[in-house]
């Protein structure tokens, strides 16, 4: 079976500062992984996923992953925090089988003061 | 292009009484699913169709929970009767094509949020 943990429910950045989102994943195969974001009484939006390649992801609004195997670790950063990003972030993982069935971590919410 | 419609977006309903969600996902997808997002979690799935079929419902409570999808388009989620642990987001979501290999871009419509008293 597949999981996800998500460190810390709440994280607060600065305007401007570096913001870090972290996420480690269990899989018994190599996973493809997803980050997602939501926007209070919005659904999801993809903000950037891994399936094969470079290990090192870039997604929309300046964020990007790297997806680390021998740490299990999949984190999310954006160099500069902008007031707009407050939302509530979730990673994801795929086991590759199947039909795409993901199992989501329980998110973390970004709070961001000016 | 359109979205991912759902329907109604928010429902508050007394416990043991009936309650349906509808879902029109993206067109042209063929793989629609249904999450159940309770507070302070993540989303977890229900069930998941291709096209009209139905690929895996292993966590849909089927005592009290029913989908259906009739021609492979739109979606209705139901619960009857509902109980006080309902109480929650239900996210339908759509991807173009399930590929078999787990990297689907999957498409969030804006959810229902149910109450139940």
């Known amino acids: 079976a597949q999981s996800v943990t998500q460190l810390g429910s709440h994280v607060s950045v600065s305007e401007g500062a570096l913001v870090l989102l972290r996420c480690n994943y269990s899989s018994s195969v190599p996973p493809y992984l997803f980050w997602y974001v939501q926007y209070p009484n919005q659904g999801l939006q993809l903000l950037l996923k891994y399936t094969t390649g470079a290990t090192l992801v870039k997604g929309i609004n300046g964020f990007e992953a790297e997806f680390k195997k021998s740490e299990t670790s999949f984190h999310l950063t954006k160099p500069s925090a902008h007031m707009s990003d407050a939302a509530e972030y979730f990673c994801?993982?795929?086991?590759?089988?199947?039909?795409?069935?993901?199992?989501f971590g329980k998110g973390t919410m970004l709070l961001v003061s000016p | 292009e359109a979205g991912v419609a759902q329907s109604p977006r928010y429902k508050i309903i007394e416990k043991r009484q009936s309650v349906a969600f509808w879902c029109n996902p993206i067109s042209g997808h063929a793989t629609l699913y249904w999450y159940q997002q309770i507070l302070g979690q993540g989303p977890k799935l229900l069930i998941q169709f291709q096209n009209n079929g139905v690929v895996d419902d292993s966590q849909l409570p089927k005592d009290r929970f029913s989908a259906e999808r009739l021609k492979g388009v739109d979606s209705t989620l139901k619960i009857q009767p509902a109980k006080l642990e309902d109480s929650a987001v239900y996210l339908c979501a759509s991807s173009l094509v399930s590929s078999g290999n787990g990297a689907d871009t999957q498409y969030f419509g804006p959810g229902t949020r149910l109450t139940v008293l």
């Open positions: 994801a993982v795929s086991d590759g089988s199947g039909y795409s069935t993901l199992t």
